[in-house]
DNA sequence: ATGAAAGCGCTAACAA
DNA sequence: TTGTTAGCGCTTTCAT
């Protein structure tokens, strides 16, 4: 005998109440008298009805769902954002779909729709630059989206950050203040907003403000990974640099350990400031100096402020930025 | 004026043909005439007709969309197989809802309810002991399970592992063979099999091979984490042990820091082996040896496994064991 | 090869 | 407070 599926239907019957009334019962809607209530409570145990999420979907145009899109969920730095995200979502009842948004970009928008396609109530994006193609799937539905730790520079949706010009500006002028006059900027790709526009600016300014010509030989772009910053530690040093602001902890212990691994003491001589405070930057000896960026927080606030967009509160603000700070360890001077 | 959704309907309608035949087109269903298939084709793009997942979930009784349960997503061991999961589940078409099972047993039976009632196609199960009252949500359908990384003792499920005991066995006969005649054995919680029974089993059976007593006192429980392992240091060294096998490497990096804080000469007056072989064991210094074990594929593997039994396709052997091996690295001699 | 029609299990007006 | 009745957008027999 095949195991039978118990619909609101059954628990209508066996309570001798319509499917309105336990749909209404299942929903927590006040309307019910509190003796029918208790009644269909007691059937639902009984029966152990589990109502079906999908066909509340289709008959609600709510699925209670959030697609997240992260671009490397290895990266610890993404998946403390996640972190933060998942539980708030769980919080508020939210399921998350979660989908990596590397190899590529021809992948993103597949899997961007294959998402879009599970009707979704909003979105959590996470990483990479949102291109034209990108953009234009998002527009097409009226699905709110939020940005984690990712900027927009046209400002189009919701998003939670820190102060990234600021942010890499006071790193940078620590260094210069600790004696550096040369300093290079390792980043990731400088084709995400992110770094080619929002870091960099920050590293120029800060220079400027110093009155350091700005020396495009210095900035290093390669991706977000240890090995990346093993491998680019030669050519920073050959470059004659003293001292390095990098855009990401695991490439920042890349390259440290390619500093060390070459014999070089830091921070006696080189000096080094990096930019997620993740786990990461305790972890090796030395210790990072680090950007701190509230990483849990981010996830959280963006998954909150999804929430609130999803519900068609009024927000006050869609672009929300965290404080930041500088947490000073054993990698600069 | 509101966005209007395109439904099969207006598709059908628009391109003179039933409802059925567009299901068709869409469904790559070869029964349907080259010729109207592109009359089809041609109306779905010229709408831009989008599928609708939900609708199509609630009357095929099929959501290509499968269930993860991970301990913690930032742990990198467990963020590792997910990472085989989900790239195998997007070559397969299957969306991932991902949900944490952190946060103590209680809410762990909640997340799974909310998981299944959007009725996922299969279930991956990562970490954590599978308690009776899990085991009775996830007997209730016939939902296929996989266990990735997990151990079952009652092996009623699929699942995808390495052989622990014979790894903790040899990594403990390693430590033993260099001179080691007091090892402790820093773990996780022992509630959980793969830690109370398989792991616990190797490094007992490694003790008895060389005919050293058992000693209780050696085994260290504690959690999952750096912190952990900084403080559980400290009790370590007091019980007058020279070597320890670790079987989670953020616990083992930590325990590894603690020790060098302490001045603690590593490997040569105390070796380290641990168990994941994730990148954290090369960025510490030493570099730690560690037993190997295929986290992207023991990943890969279990969706994989997952999707034959989600099509109910023959299935040689639920349990399948991945090749382990042990790296040699500097914390040992 | 194609179409008609009956659901899938639920929600949401609208009535009563 | 409760019930009736349309759907939600699609798949899937069953005819033709």
Do not use: C
Not at 111 to 116: A, N, R, T, Y
Not at 155 to 178: C, M, P, Q, W
Not at 302 to 327: F, G
């Amino acid at each position: 005998m095949e195991k039978q599926t118990i619909t609101i239907y059954d628990v209508a019957r066996e309570a001798s109440v319509s499917m309105a009334t336990v749909s209404r019962v299942v929903n927590g809607n006040p309307n019910v008298r509190p003796d029918t209530r208790e009644k269909v409570l007691k059937v639902i145990e009984k029966l152990d009805y589990r109502p079906n999420a999908v066909a509340r979907g289709l008959a609600s145009h709510r699925t209670t769902t959030v697609g997240v899109l992260i671009p490397d969920i290895t990266n610890i730095f993404y998946a403390s954002l996640a972190r933060g995200i998942n539980d708030v979502a769980t919080m508020y009842k939210y399921n998350i779909i979660l989908a990596s948004a590397d190899e590529g970009k021809h992948k993103t928008d597949a899997v961007l729709q294959s998402i879009m396609a599970k009707q979704v109530d909003g979105l959590i994006y996470m990483g990479q630059h949102v291109d034209d193609s990108t953009r234009k799937e998002l527009d097409r539905g009226k699905t709110p989206v939020v940005l984690a730790g990712t900027v927009d520079p046209q400002d189009k949706f919701g998003s939670v950050n820190i102060d990234y010009v600021a942010a890499i500006k006071e790193a940078t002028s620590r260094l210069i203040a600790s004696g550096n006059q040369r300093i290079a900027f390792v980043t990731g790709p400088l084709s995400d907003p992110i770094n080619g526009q929002f870091r960099l600016k920050g590293y120029q300014e800060a220079l400027s403000d110093a009155k350091i010509a700005y020396d495009e030989s210095y900035v290093f772009e390669t991706e977000y990974s240890y090995r990346a910053g093993e491998a680019v530690w030669d050519a920073v040093k050959r470059a004659g640099v003293t001292a390095a602001v990098v855009t990401d902890d695991e490439l920042a212990v890349g390259f440290l350990n390619g500093a060390r691994d070459a014999k070089v003491k830091i921070p006696e001589d080189f000096e080094i400031i990096t930019s997620n405070n993740t786990m990461l930057t305790e972890i090796v000896r030395p210790k990072l100096t680090s950007i701190a960026q509230p990483l849990y927080d981010i996830g959280a606030v963006a998954m909150r402020l999804l929430t609130k967009m999803m519900n068609k509160e009024e927000i006050d603000q869609k672009t929300i930025l965290l404080p930041h700070s500088i947490i000073t360890r054993n990698s600069t001077k």
